[in-house]
Each structure stands twice: as structure tokens, then as C-alpha cells.
């Protein structure tokens, strides 16, 4: 029995960073009012996570990348008959993570050209216009129960690991190790994590600085000033 590293510090800070940035878009849209401003700028974070994290799934560390956990319908079975052994998301937990991220993508798209017909309009709301945003809206708002219903199951998973399996899925995600469990060396598990270096960090985060600028709209032109109406008096 050995520990080995399992999930790289990006991995971890993603995670960590998004469980915040979701939890505080919910919270700040069932607020209203003044904090939608905190809703729109956790929604722009989330978009810069998710394009970070879909980089990170092809140059990241020996378990981040997709095609290292993303399997077929064998494994899949043999996962749901307890056959199935390895490091990293098991095929289960990798269609939890592909609904999750799908879902979210879907989520904060939607929010960049939503509005709430009082004071907040999303970053990209000008390329719209309000007839189409309001179609987007509706969207955005059947997509929330789908994404609370995802986080409850990944809630549950963990339980049903801790309580049936005797196995925390908790610390690996705080720490990155886990301990090994013998014999298991097949497709490469068992092993501790490499690559993903400085480099593959430094690509990831510009695609995911460059994809939270083109969200939050602040390369579209500025509106025209608005024209005072004739015969208005004049300011001094």
C-alpha cells in the first residue's frame, strides 16, 4: 500500500473554484436585485473554468485528461457490477462529469444573452436582442433544476462511497494522493500522476483568460450616447 498522486493541483483548484463560483450563482440569483451584478461575474468565472477545463482534459496529468477515464459500455457494466478497477473517475463517475460540464456549458451560455426584463442584461445581450433573449432565458431556467439534480447525485455518490465502500472520494480531491490499492495496474493505474507541467498549465489558463474575455463583452463597441430630445432644456 502506497500513496500516489492522483489529481494535480489544477485539477484540485478546479474543482474547488467551481464548486464556489456554482454555489454563489445560485445563491446570488435567488437573492435578486443588486446581487444579479455578482450573478453575471460568477457566471463569466465559470465560463473561464469550464474552457480552462476542457483544455486540461487533453494536456493535463496522467487522470485528467477525457480519454483516460471517458470509456465504452463494457466498462461501464463491468463498473455497475463491481468489476471494474482503477485510479481516477471510474466510467460511471466519467458520464457524471461529462453531464456536469455539458450542463454548466449550457447553463452560462445561455446566461451571457439572458435578461431579466429589470436591470440585468448579459454581457453578450446586445448581439441578440430582447426577443430572442427572452428564448434564452427559458432555457437558462429549465436547465437550473437539471444542474441541482446533477449535484445532488454527485452529493449521494460520495456518501455511497463512504458508507458502503469505506473509501472517501473528499480527501483524494483536497490532497491529490490516494492510496493504492494492490494488484491494480492495468491501462496504467496504480500510478502516480505525471505530466501536465508548466507549460500545458500556461495554455490552458490563456485559452481560459482568452474564453472569459470573449464572455464578458467587453470587446463589443459601446452604444451610441443618447441624443437629448428637441426642445429638452440644456445642461450647464
Known sequence: MQRILVWDLPTRLFHLLLAACVTGSFISAKIGGNAMVWHGRFGLAVVGLLAFRLVWGFVGSTYAPFFQFVRGPSAIVACLRGQWHGE???PLGALSVLAMLGTLLLQVSTGLFANDDIAFEGPLYALVGKELSDRVVGIHRLVEPLIILLVVAHLAAIVFYVRFKKETLIMPMITGQKVMRSGIQA???????IGGGVAAFCI???IGLAALYGASGA???LPPPVIPAS???PDF
Request: aromatic share 6%.
Open 219 to 221: 470587446w463589443l463597441p
Open 88 to 90: 481516477g473517475h471510474n
Open 204 to 206: 490552458a489558463l490563456a
Open 231 to 233: 426642445g429638452s432644456a
Open 187 to 193: 491501462g496504467g493505474a496504480g500510478d502516480t500522476a
